[in-house]
Nanobody, 120 residues
Framework: VQLQASGGGLGQAGGSLRLSCAASGNTFSKQSVGWYRQAPGEQRELIASISSTSDTYYKDFVKGRFRISRDNAKNTAYLQMNSLKPEDTAVYYC???????????????WGQGTLVTVSS
């Protein structure tokens, strides 16, 4: 599965952006999807994931602000980002993988990310 994240850009604090993750191939619906971000000088970190049955999981620092979803008919996952903060500024990536319980394990290669910049 190859993935392409898109939808990034310049947002304002308190505003919203929606990211998309388009997948190739025919196994997308059977896989979990994770959204990651990497801020300048920081390590890439998982922020949200969704299972093949659409169970969703969030890191505390985005819980209540971000929402992950998927549309298997379109081979696409989404990350709705609300109440943006300047500290959300990062390159955002998506990946497919699997869940073991609530833990998400990515697999496959990383596609090109999309840059989100949030101004104060």
């Amino acid at each position: 599965v190859q993935l392409q994240a898109s939808g990034g850009g310049l947002g304002q604090a308190g505003g919203s952006l929606r990211l998309s993750c388009a997948a190739s191939g025919n196994t997308f619906s059977k896989q979990s999807v994770g959204w990651y971000r990497q801020a300048p000088g920081e390590q890439r970190e998982l922020i949200a994931s969704i299972s093949s049955t659409s169970d969703t999981y969030y890191k505390d620092f985005v819980k209540g602000r971000f929402r992950i979803s998927r549309d298997n008919a379109k081979n696409t996952a989404y990350l709705q980002m609300n109440s943006l903060k300047p500290e959300d500024t990062a390159v955002y990536y998506c990946n497919t993988g699997r869940h073991v319980g609530v833990d998400y394990y990515p697999s496959g290669s990383w596609g090109q990310g999309t840059l989100v910049t949030v101004s104060s």
